[in-house]
T-cell receptor, first 113, second 117 residues
């Protein structure tokens, strides 16, 4: 079974600074995908960024980048130049040998002005 | 463009009452559909998924059921709600192509907050 671990329940970051959210995963499958989602207080889950297990380069999407360290089984999300609107809960998820996403427990990010 | 609609947004139901939550997807065909539940401050738990009309897979034994009467419609039901059914329910869809590492993104609806009293 796949397992996703997010060890940081909550983080504070100053506006305009960068923040790194940790995610480690556990799977024995060689083929898998890693996803990050943002959940604002309104509740909807917003897709942010994706990394495939065979991708050679770290994924980037605007201010979001994924620090993918395959040997360490980690897929940390980096948010650069934080904005007040980045305050939300962030979830790391993995999909391996089936259609299902396994989610971590999430990290709450609060951006301070 | 594809959109996903989920309703109602909020629901308060007494214990023992029935439940029906509906989810519809527009702008795509033959999507995979999913129902998740999220307890307060926690991650998402997959309840059901469907790869086609009438095809439902259950992930967690419970008093909930799901049905897919049409290609882009997914319904979550219960005959008798329990207090433990309270939570935030999210519907999602994806298009499947390629292997496990393919970029098959799941897109979520706005969710339904269910309180069973």
């Amino acid at each position: 079974a796949q397992k996703i671990t997010q060890t940081q329940p909550g983080m504070f970051v100053q506006e305009k600074e960068a923040v790194t959210l940790d995610c480690t995963y556990d799977t024995s499958d060689p083929s898998y995908g890693l996803f990050w989602y943002k959940q604002p207080s309104s509740g909807e889950m917003i897709f942010l960024i994706y990394q495939g297990s065979y991708d050679q380069q770290n994924a980037t999407e605007g201010r979001y980048s994924l620090n993918f360290q395959k040997a360490r089984k980690s897929a940390n999300l980096v948010i650069s130049a934080s904005q007040l609107g980045d305050s939300a809960m962030y979830f790391c998820a993995m999909r391996a040998n089936d259609y299902k996403l396994s989610f971590g427990a999430g990290t709450t990010v609060t951006v301070r002005a | 463009s594809q959109t996903i609609h989920q309703w109602p947004a909020t629901l308060v139901q007494p214990v023992g009452s029935p439940l029906s939550l509906e989810c519809t997807v527009e702008g795509t065909s033959n999507p995979n559909l999913y129902w998740y539940r999220q307890a307060a401050g926690r991650g998402l738990q997959l309840l059901f998924y469907s790869v086609g009309i009438g095809q439902i897979s259950s992930e967690v034994p419970q008093n909930l059921s799901a049905s897919r009467p049409q290609d882009r419609q997914f319904i979550l039901s219960s005959k008798k709600l329990l207090l433990s059914d309270s939570g935030f329910y999210l519907c999602a869809w994806s298009l499947e192509a390629g292997g496990p590492s393919a970029k098959n993104i799941q897109y979520f609806g706005a969710g339904t907050r269910l309180s069973v009293l």
